[in-house]
């Protein structure tokens, strides 16, 4: 009989199947997002090598390929060797980069296709690396093999470079990369997301067009003034500026123009954010729960650290771990300056307008700017050129006092006078019959 | 009482001077007995906006034998829809297009032409959205819209609506003419179509466009979905069929009865008579000095004066050109 007793040395096996490991790295992501972080690699490698001239990203998606390449310095060999294709790399965070986590790249490849093409020249080793997904997940190994070459292919004008291309599309993503919309989503978040970048050293093009810069502009003129603070907390550099911008003409709904823009180092991660997120909550202590009233107000929060694991993000910059420490100190200093501002909207509004309805009616008729502007033209300031201000709120124009005059009448009778009058509101039939009847009565203005 | 709001075309045209649209329904009915072997359309179901015309639902019963047929309209002169049904088996729905199609079942195959009398707007794209969620491998769809600009201030509004889906190629304010509009309203559509569609294993093909200005100017699309174009290698029967781009204008000049006939019964022979006649002008790089010297010597051989461009028209469209005549009932 076998002694029971006895114990003998034995090992489980915990080892990770590939297949689950790429499965659950790959699900939760969105397509758009992947590409966006092969876009942040490319950056971390122009902020990495500390250049300074003007360098360029070009992406190429097609129905049979994906291609993205950049001359922002390319990979060095020992950091190619050991860490780029680890989950989970061991990255030194002592510049303002994106990456954090070190699965960006691995998991956009493993989303897109079956078959990887890694090519990179820091000038001074060629590497290429040729990653076959379907072979690679059948063995228990998880070095991938690659070849160098003794030194660098480069001459001596060109520039480093890395270049990933990934062939075997999945299905879904050969459908995704033909529809036009892709396409131009996937330019419009660039153009929005990049801004800081592009308007700057960087260029981007998706399938040889450009992607334009998206100007981040602050309204500065005589009546309505920014604030901008600047905090440092728990090492990450915060700055928030916030501004009122009433617009004339219609409330047109514009990119990014709208709540608050969040940037953690110089790359946008929420737009236009009018959430509990960012404080519009209603909650004692935040903001208001968001409403039309406040389209004029916009926040620009810049969150940037040299050691990018502080930044409260997710990982895949999506949006922002609102559960960290140092999410609950920004948010607050975010409320303490748009405070005075959003106060400021909420008077605004509940002096001029008796009701949110008519307010609701006459944001769509783009009506919403109440003081009158006279006919200056609103001037804006590049964010760069704004220095620390302290709030100081929008100007009165100094005018005639107004007063307003309320009554009611029976619906179809004031429904038909504004066919007549061919005025869209009920506001419009109001000031047009009192001014015909300042006009038949010969009641001067004086 | 009709509503002020409620009129529509059918009570400001008389839908039979309109011979540009009929020449088009024409042409799609020809197209459509064509689909056939690939496409086998006896159980299908005819959907389309009959008006109190229902001219559509005539042809296709006349000539693809079709007896499933639904025609909606949401105004409210339900007795009248129901009073000019040519055939007492057409079902007269009183609902929206979108209210309609959120209702149908979708079981049978469709043929599904929604004739709208509105202009290209968002509305459109949510009917687009429904057809495309819930059509099947086969199902064949028409949409007719009317492609007018109002003013070309619009265009940023048109990009911030449709943007999305404009191919970079056309996102320029030159395709918002009246001329380039059509092209313009065929990307947005088929775009559309094409990302509704990215979950499913189906995609839209395009089988004909037209465009054509009996009053305002109209654009149709006609497509079938499926997994692949059954009909690539086809022989079709007809010279309207365009996978691509490019949009058929439906051009006819105004002719009398007699010119009519006179032409007709001459077809062969003035055929003939442009294929010589052009091959005799090549030497004329001026497009219009030849365009004048060809309508001379066409002319030497018409009784009545005519234009070489204007003959062309009516050559290419000949047999599904309309005769009107007054008579009394």
Request: net charge positive; charged share 30%.
């Amino acid at each position: 009989m076998p002694n029971t007793e006895e114990k003998q040395y034995d090992e489980i096996n915990a080892m990770p199947r590939k297949a689950l490991f790429i499965d659950i790295l790959t699900r939760d992501v969105s397509v758009r997002d992947c590409i966006l972080d092969l876009v942040d690699n490319s950056v971390d490698s122009y902020i990495r090598n500390n250049l300074q001239d003007q360098r360029c990203i070009r992406i190429n998606l097609t129905e049979t390929g994906f291609d993205i390449v950049d001359d922002c310095g390319g990979i060095e060999y020992g950091f190619l060797k050991n860490e780029v294709f680890r989950f989970g790399a061991n990255i030194k965070r002592n510049k303002p980069t994106l990456g954090i986590y070190g699965i960006g790249m691995k998991r956009a490849m493993l989303k897109i296709g079956g078959n990887i093409i890694l090519e990179t020249d820091d000038g001074i080793k060629y590497c290429k690396v040729n990653f076959n997904v379907d072979e690679w997940i059948t063995h228990e190994n998880w070095k991938i093999p690659f070849r160098t070459v003794a030194g660098s292919k480069l001459s001596k004008t060109e520039k480093g470079y890395t270049r990933i291309r990934i062939q075997n599309l999945h299905p879904q993503i050969q459908k995704k990369f033909a529809l036009v919309s892709f396409l131009n989503s996937l330019r419009e978040t660039l153009h929005i997301t990049y801004s800081y970048f592009l308007n700057r050293k960087i260029s981007i093009f998706v399938n040889t067009q450009k992607v334009e810069p998206y100007k981040i502009e602050v309204r500065y003129d005589d009546d309505y003034k920014p604030v901008k603070i600047k905090k440092e907390l728990d090492g990450v550099l915060v700055e928030v500026i916030c501004f009122v911008d009433p617009r004339k003409g219609r409330a047109k709904k514009e990119l990014g123009k709208r709540g608050w823009n969040i940037f953690c180092n110089k790359r946008l991660i929420l737009k236009e954010e009018q959430s509990e997120t960012t404080g519009w909550s209603g909650e004692k202590g935040q903001l208001p729960k968001y409403h039309s009233i406040y389209h004029e107000f916009r926040g620009i929060v810049f969150i940037d650290s040299d050691d990018p694991s502080r930044l409260p993000l997710n990982t895949s910059k999506s949006g922002l771990d609102k559960e960290t420490p140092i999410y609950y100190q920004i948010l607050k200093l975010m409320v303490k300056t748009a405070r005075p501002l959003v106060d400021y909207l909420s008077r605004k509004y509940d002096k001029a307008k008796e009701s949110i309805d008519e307010i609701e009616e006459s944001m769509e008729e783009g009506e919403i700017s109440l003081e009158k502007n006279g006919e200056e033209k609103p001037k804006y300031i590049s964010i760069e050129d704004l220095r620390i201000r302290r709030v100081s709120l929008p100007r009165r124009k100094k005018g005639k006092e107004i007063t307003t005059i309320t009554y009611t009448r029976e619906k179809k009778i004031v429904e038909k006078v504004k066919q007549y009058l061919k005025a869209t509101s009920n506001r419009t039939v109001g000031e047009e019959t009192f001014n015909y009847f300042l006009e038949m009565e010969g009641i001067e203005d004086d | 009482m009709i509503k002020e709001s409620e009129k529509r075309s059918f009570e400001s045209v008389n839908y039979m001077f309109r011979p540009k649209k009929q020449i088009e329904r024409k042409i799609i009915i020809e197209i459509l007995q064509n689909l056939s072997p690939e496409i086998k359309l006896n159980d299908y179901i005819y959907i389309g906006l009959g008006s109190i015309y229902y001219y559509d639902f005539i042809l296709i019963h006349k000539f693809l034998n079709l007896k499933k047929m639904i025609s909606i309209d949401d105004k409210s002169t339900v007795r009248r829809f129901i009073f000019n049904r040519p055939y007492d088996y057409i079902k007269f729905i009183n609902k929206k297009s979108t209210e309609f199609l959120q209702a149908f079942n979708w079981k049978a195959s469709v043929i599904l032409w929604l004739d709208y009398d509105s202009k290209f707007d968002v509305i459109v794209l949510d009917d687009l959205s429904l057809i495309s969620q819930n059509c099947s491998s086969g199902d064949v769809v028409i949409i007719t819209l009317e492609a007018r600009i109002h003013t070309k201030e619009d265009w940023p509004e048109f990009k911030r609506k449709f943007g999305t889906y404009v191919s970079p190629k056309y996102n320029k304010q030159k395709y918002f003419t009246p001329k380039n509009f059509p092209i313009l309203i065929q990307n947005v559509v088929i775009n559309y179509l094409n990302a509704d569609l990215e979950y499913r294993d189906i995609n839209f093909h395009k089988i004909f466009s037209f465009k054509y200005k009996d009053t305002a100017q109209m654009y149709t699309l006609g497509g079938v979905f499926g997994k692949e174009n059954i009909f690539k290698c086809k022989k079709w029967k007809n010279g309207f069929v365009e996978f691509g781009e490019k949009i058929i204008d439906i051009d006819v000049p105004n002719l009398t009865y007699r010119e009519k006939f006179y032409i007709d019964s001459h077809i062969k022979k003035l055929k003939q008579e442009i294929e010589e006649i052009e091959k005799n002008t090549r030497q004329y790089s001026d497009y219009r000095k030849r365009e004048q010297v060809m309508t001379k010597k066409l002319n030497k051989c018409t009784k009545f004066e005519i234009s070489y461009n204007d003959i062309k028209k009516y050559i290419s469209y000949y047999r599904y050109y309309p005769q009107y005549y007054e008579g009394l009932i």
